[in-house]
Structures are given as structure tokens and as C-alpha cells.
């Protein structure tokens, strides 16, 4: 596509659900990388994949989060038994680039799926 | 670690003026920095990137600077205009190439 696509764009789940969360990134882009953003913060850096390879998770920030990308292009973040502290913008972002993903290229974003635990 | 500081946190200028937004890091030792601007209820749209070996680059009216040694950048923007207005972020390689922190951002109004 032309652009990294996100979905839903909007999501209220209740404390406790469990949800799932879409990245379509930019077709063979190899690097992709979820990112969480709370209110008037900067976005932190949750997880990074090499094609399907996910080779840092060290920002997930407990194991109720898991993300995978299983063939290396559609990637779904997951979040079981969501928490308040959970509700934030959860940004995708892919770059071309292999291993120096910002060394060099652009990374673009996707316009974010905002999440809402009541 | 690599923390990302960003000053000012919001800026409110008349349309016309010319403004810096600055951005310090605490690790020197970057490979790159990156300015993005972020609209309301959008993602990140990429500026401008400099690499270590670059001192600045230039994107129409805006003008990025890099000073690895005191751990600073700056983006310039000039004769401001309200569609600038949006929350600006710096962003470093952080831990490794593909790990990148985010400064909090500066969030500017241009007033016509």
C-alpha cells in the first residue's frame, strides 16, 4: 500500500478483554517496529522485527503484551486481560532498511490505533 | 540509557516569525537524528535526518543542526506559518540501530 495502515483506528475495551491490533506495513519494507505513546509523551519503543524475525521485545512492558509478524509482513500486537495503564496510541512504523533501520532510512509511521480501557 | 530532552515543551509565535526548537541527548555517540512532526490524532511524519558525519540539513524553510559533542540539535523554521502548528519530536538510535528514543516533543501554535 501506499502507507503503513493500522487498524482499528479506535478501540474501547473493557478492563480485562483481551485485544489485537493491525499493522499493514509498506509493501517490502523488511524492518517494522511497534511503538506506545501515552497522552503528551514521546513514543516508546515496544518491540522490533526483521521480516518475521522479532529480534527485540525488550520494551514490552509485561507479558500480557505479545506481538508476531509470521510471514514478515501484516504484524498484530496483543494484549491480553488489558489494564487502565494499557490505554495509550499504539504506533507501527516499517523502514526498508535491514538492520540500521534510522541509520539511513526514513521509518514511516502509521497513524496509530488509539486504545481506551475503561 | 539514552534519554531525550526537548525544550520548549509548547511554543505559541505570531505566523511569520522565525523559531528554534532545541533537543539534547545524554549519549553522544549517535548514528543519526531524526525530526518528526506529529498533527492531532495522526502518526509521525518524518523531517528531516541527519547523520553523525552531517552537521545540518535543509528541508524548504525548516533547517536541522547537529552537535554530537555537546549532545544538541536544533530545528529551525522559518517565516512560521499557521499549518506548522503541530507537535515536533527529535529521535535518536538508541541501544542500536533499531531501537530509537523520543524526545516529549514541543508543541507549537502559530497564530495568524
Known amino acids: 500500500g501506499a502507507g503503513v495502515s493500522q487498524s482499528p483506528r479506535y478501540k474501547v475495551a473493557k478492563r480485562g478483554q483481551d485485544v489485537a491490533l493491525r499493522c499493514d506495513p509498506i509493501?517490502?519494507?523488511?524492518?517494522l517496529f511497534w511503538y506506545q505513546q501515552a497522552l503528551g509523551q514521546g513514543p516508546e519503543f515496544l518491540t522490533y522485527f526483521q521480516n518475521e524475525a522479532q529480534l527485540d521485545k525488550s520494551g514490552l512492558p509485561s507479558d500480557r503484551f505479545f506481538a508476531e509478524r509470521p510471514e514478515g509482513s501484516v504484524s498484530t500486537l496483543k494484549i491480553q486481560r488489558t489494564q487502565q495503564e494499557d490505554s495509550a496510541v499504539y504506533l507501527c512504523?516499517?523502514?526498508?532498511?535491514?538492520?540500521?533501520?534510522?541509520?539511513?532510512?526514513?521509518?514511516?509511521f502509521g497513524e496509530g490505533s488509539w486504545l481506551t480501557v475503561v | 540509557k539514552q534519554e531525550v530532552t526537548q525544550i520548549p515543551a509548547a511554543l505559541s509565535v505570531p505566523e511569520g516569525e522565525n523559531l528554534v526548537l532545541n533537543c539534547s541527548f545524554t549519549d553522544s555517540a549517535i548514528y543519526n537524528l531524526q525530526w518528526f512532526r506529529q498533527d492531532p490524532g495522526k502518526g509521525l511524519t518524518s523531517l528531516l535526518l541527519?547523520?553523525?558525519?552531517?552537521r545540518e540539513q535543509t528541508s524548504g524553510r525548516l533547517n536541522a543542526s547537529l552537535d554530537k559533542s555537546s549532545g544538541r540539535s536544533t530545528l529551525y523554521i522559518a517565516a512560521s506559518q499557521p499549518g506548522d502548528s503541530a507537535t515536533y519530536l527529535c529521535a535518536v538510535p538508541s541501544g542500536g540501530y533499531q531501537k530509537v528514543t523520543f524526545g516529549t516533543g514541543t508543541k507549537l501554535q502559530v497564530i495568524p
Open positions: 541527519i547523520q553523525s558525519s552531517q
Open positions: 509493501s517490502g519494507h523488511v524492518s
Open positions: 512504523a516499517s523502514s526498508f532498511e535491514r538492520n540500521r533501520a534510522i541509520s539511513g532510512n526514513t521509518i514511516y
